[in-house]
């Protein structure tokens, strides 16, 4: 089975740091995704990657920046993080979307405090 | 425009009751359905998906669905439910669109609780 890893489960951070929250996939899946999870809100797409140094937009990237650097890692960077990017972050990984779905890591709690 | 509809936020249900819970999409191509399953703070599993053929699907954890082309839903369902089936349920529509345009929509999910 596919393994989508996200290297922290709850992380803290102070306004205005500088956050990184990684994810790899072990088989060699070209898209990866990150979302993140709000009450009443549901899943909301911040970035994407279809192929190594390539990213797109999704639909809330404001306050967030990626990079792909490699197939296998796709990581999320929170350029100054705030109190309103308190949320859960969950990263996924697929060969075809429409085709197999995803497979998602376990998501990241994190707190901006 | 492409979208998810899960009409219901919060459905409860006793145990050894059956469920349904309702999807309805909106999508220009051939349709890929997906339903996953989100225990508290985990990330989602995949339960169920459809591509073409027999329109009832069966998935893990003994849950189905049926694609209603005229309907334009996709609604889960499981004939008993067992306490354990508490957790947020979200469905996803996809196609084969390649690049960029190779992404699932999800709906904003429905919580299940059970009651004993």
């Known amino acids: 089975d596919v393994k989508v890893t996200q290297s922290s489960r709850y992380l803290v951070k102070r306004t205005g740091e500088k956050v990184f929250l990684e994810c790899v996939q072990d088989m060699d899946h070209e898209n990866m995704f990150w979302y993140r999870q709000d009450p009443g809100l549901g899943l909301r797409l911040i970035y994407f990657s279809y192929d190594v140094k390539m990213k797109e937009k999704g639909d809330i990237p404001e306050g967030y920046s990626v990079s792909r650097e490699k197939k296998e890692r796709f990581s999320l960077i929170l350029e100054s993080a705030s109190t309103n990017q308190t949320s859960m972050y969950l990263c996924?990984?697929?060969?075809?979307?429409?085709?197999?779905?995803?497979?998602f890591g376990s998501g990241t709690r994190l707190t901006v405090v | 425009a492409q979208s998810v509809t899960q009409p219901d936020i919060h459905i409860t249900v006793s145990e050894g009751a059956s469920l349904e819970l309702r999807c309805n999409y909106s999508?220009?191509?051939?349709?890929?359905l997906f339903w996953y399953v989100q225990s508290p703070g985990q990330g989602l599993q995949l339960l169920l998906k459809?591509?073409?053929?027999?329109?009832l699907v069966q998935g893990i954890k003994g849950f189905e669905a049926e694609f209603k082309r005229s309907q334009s839903s996709f609604n889960l369902r499981k004939p008993s439910v067992h306490w354990s089936d508490a957790a947020e349920y979200f469905c996803a529509v996809g196609g084969l669109a390649g690049g960029a345009t190779n992404k699932l929509i999800f709906g904003t999910g429905t919580l299940l609780a059970v009651q004993p």
């Open positions: 996924a990984s697929s060969l075809s979307a429409g085709l197999y779905g995803y497979t």
């Open positions: 999508y220009g191509a051939t349709p890929y």
């Open positions: 459809y591509f073409s053929g027999d329109t």
